[in-house]
């Protein structure tokens, strides 16, 4: 990875914490911009599409990509895969080009051992306890109390990870223009530092 001149913005942040709004607004305001689709074993939700939300894979072809080396991280949660391809990536640091990835919690912490410090910003969304997440989250996609029970699982993983993060932008106000604010202002301070 010693060729690599772009820039990482890993975003964290549990389920219903707006994480979605704030990548997209950021790709909306930056045209140059970039992100990765992540790959996932679990079953499409209505309405997402294979290769724009994630690359739904089978249990057998995300083994086989694990075993050929093709990710540059991967973690389980619950009874799901997922993980980040090096082709989504690496060619784009080395190009100089500032990325954007939704990564989970175990995949992070990989990442923080590949990619140089100054080359990576991880953000962690802050928008409340469970309670709080829940809600938004059942309404986005009915889950089975087994399914639920999972996510206050992971819930409780991601809420630790603040400690590895460098940025923590706080959306848990009705009104998510402030933390869309400091997300823009996160991203032109990095472009400050990308040689071009």
Same mark, same amino acid.
């Given at each position: 990875?010693?060729?690599?001149?772009?820039?990482?913005?890993?975003?964290?942040?549990?389920?219903?914490?707006?994480k979605?709004?704030?990548?997209?607004?950021?790709?909306?305001?930056?045209?140059?911009?970039?992100?990765?689709?992540?790959?996932?074993?679990?079953?499409?939700?209505?309405?997402?599409?294979?290769?724009?939300?994630?690359?739904?894979?089978?249990?057998?072809?995300?083994?086989?990509?694990?075993?050929s080396?093709?990710?540059?991280e991967?973690?389980?949660?619950?009874?799901? /895969?997922?993980?980040?391809?090096?082709?989504?990536? +690496?060619?784009?640091?080395? #190009?100089?080009?500032?990325? =954007? @990835? !939704?990564?989970?919690?175990?995949?992070?912490?990989?990442?923080h051992?590949?990619?140089?410090p100054?080359?990576?910003?991880?953000?962690?969304?802050?928008?409340?306890?469970?309670?709080?997440?829940?809600?938004?989250?059942?309404?986005?996609?009915?889950?089975?109390?087994?399914?639920?029970?999972?996510?206050?699982?992971?819930?409780?993983?991601? /809420?630790?990870?603040?400690?590895?993060?460098?940025? +923590?932008?706080?959306?848990? #106000?009705?009104?998510?223009? =402030? @933390? !869309?604010?400091?997300?823009?202002?996160?991203?032109?301070?990095?472009y400050?530092?990308?040689?071009?």
């Amino acid at each position: 990875m010693e060729s690599v001149t772009g820039h990482v913005v890993i975003v964290m942040a549990p389920m219903g914490s707006g994480k979605g709004t704030l990548v997209a607004r950021a790709l909306e305001t930056f045209p140059s911009l970039t992100t990765t689709v992540s790959c996932t074993t679990r079953e499409p939700r209505p309405g997402e599409v294979d290769g724009r939300e994630y690359h739904f894979l089978s249990s057998a072809e995300f083994s086989e990509k694990v075993a050929s080396g093709e990710f540059l991280e991967w973690a389980t949660f619950g009874l799901n /895969r997922y993980g980040t391809l090096k082709s989504e990536i +690496i060619p784009k640091l080395e #190009a100089g080009i500032v990325v =954007i @990835a !939704e990564i989970e919690v175990q995949g992070v912490e990989q990442l923080h051992a590949l990619i140089p410090p100054d080359h990576m910003t991880t953000v962690y969304i802050e928008a409340g306890g469970w309670e709080v997440l829940r809600a938004p989250a059942l309404a986005r996609a009915p889950m089975s109390e087994a399914e639920l029970a999972m996510r206050y699982e992971r819930f409780l993983v991601e /809420r630790e990870s603040k400690k590895i993060a460098d940025v +923590i932008i706080d959306n848990s #106000a009705d009104d998510s223009s =402030i @933390a !869309e604010y400091q997300f823009i202002n996160l991203i032109t301070s990095i472009y400050d530092t990308v040689p071009l």
